[in-house]
């Protein structure tokens, strides 16, 4: 839906009877049109109500200020966290890689067809291969050269490097595990592109650690990075299969 200016409106909050409700009577009270809403409760008695709802915005008559300060009262009525992004504003996506560029490509292409709505800002790497990539799509390239004894210096260094310039990271089969203190440092989401079907087979050769076992699935498994290695929340899994 990148060509119509919408909102997406994230909600979480105890469950209880009329959230749906008067969530969508708000947006239509104020000539809202929804286009996509999805919601989950962990359990209907005592559990966490989940909900994100994309409304268009070319008739909606609340500036985003008024927005704000309206639906602060009905959050508070059903004690909601909540937050409001627009598509109009493209989230600065910073890529890091390492030698292999396949995930870094499949993710150029889709920008450059307008399919991946985001500014990129930046391409880091701890080695010098994707230098000309980022030339040919005329993205910045820093090339950072990392072993074991200046690992913490040169996460230092990147750290000073990007701030201020993202909103997010993506780990596009960076083949760097990033120490505890980067990922506390570094204030917003990191995604991993990790070639695992997670959490089977986590950490370094996981499709030597399947072939080891005889499995005959295979996957990738898109998910945040957090200081335990491979644990963080999955945000989105393929699988193929494979012959022995």
Known sequence: MAEHNTARLLICCPDQKGIVAAVTNFIFQNNGNIIRSDQHSTDFEHGRFFMRLEFDLASFKLSREVFNQAFAELAERFKMDWQINYSADKKRLGLFVSHQTHCLMELLWRWKAEELPVEIPFIISNHEDAGAIAADFHIPFHHYHIEQKNKLEQEANILKQIEGKTDLL????????????????????????????????????????????GVKIIGATAHYATQELDEGPIIEQDVIKITH
């Open 170 to 213: 993506v780990l596009a089969r960076y083949m760097q595990i990033l120490s505890g203190s980067f990922i506390e440092q570094y204030p917003y989401p990191i995604i991993n592109i990790h070639h695992s079907f997670l959490p089977a087979f986590a950490g370094a050769k996981p499709y030597q650690q399947a072939f080891e076992r």
